[in-house]
């Protein structure tokens, strides 16, 4: 990894409900935090363009960029998920409901 906090490029594009669902959240708390995408990303220790295609669902997010950008926003990355299980995105099971 480059030094500069830049990430390599990463899988082609495809949105996914999830990518989709996961960056919209992550713009969604961005902006009620006040922050810009410079002030996330380097809070992050990402690059500032990844930040947003990862809000335009244009990436598969790694967990650990995953978690950086939670953390970056100060929440937690299963509350990210559970807000995305809530717009259908996400059809997390709960395991005590499983044969």
């Known amino acids: 990894m480059p030094s500069n906090g830049e990430r390599p ?9 999830l990518s989709t669902a996961f960056g ?15 002030e996330l990303a380097a809070r992050a220790q990402l ?17 650990e ?3 950086a950008l939670a953390r970056a926003c100060d ?8 807000r995305a299980e ?4 996400l059809p997390i099971k709960d395991p005590s409901q499983s044969h």
């Open 75 to 82: 929440v937690s990355l299963w509350k990210i998920l559970q």
């Open 24 to 38: 919209s959240h992550i713009r969604q708390i961005r902006l009620e935090l006040g922050y810009s995408q410079e």
């Open 47 to 63: 690059d500032r363009t990844f930040v947003g295609r990862v809000e335009r669902g244009e990436f598969r997010i790694s967990l």
């Open 65 to 67: 960029n995953a978690a």
């Open 9 to 17: 490029p990463g899988p082609p594009l495809q949105r996914t409900p």
């Open 86 to 89: 809530e717009t259908e995105a």
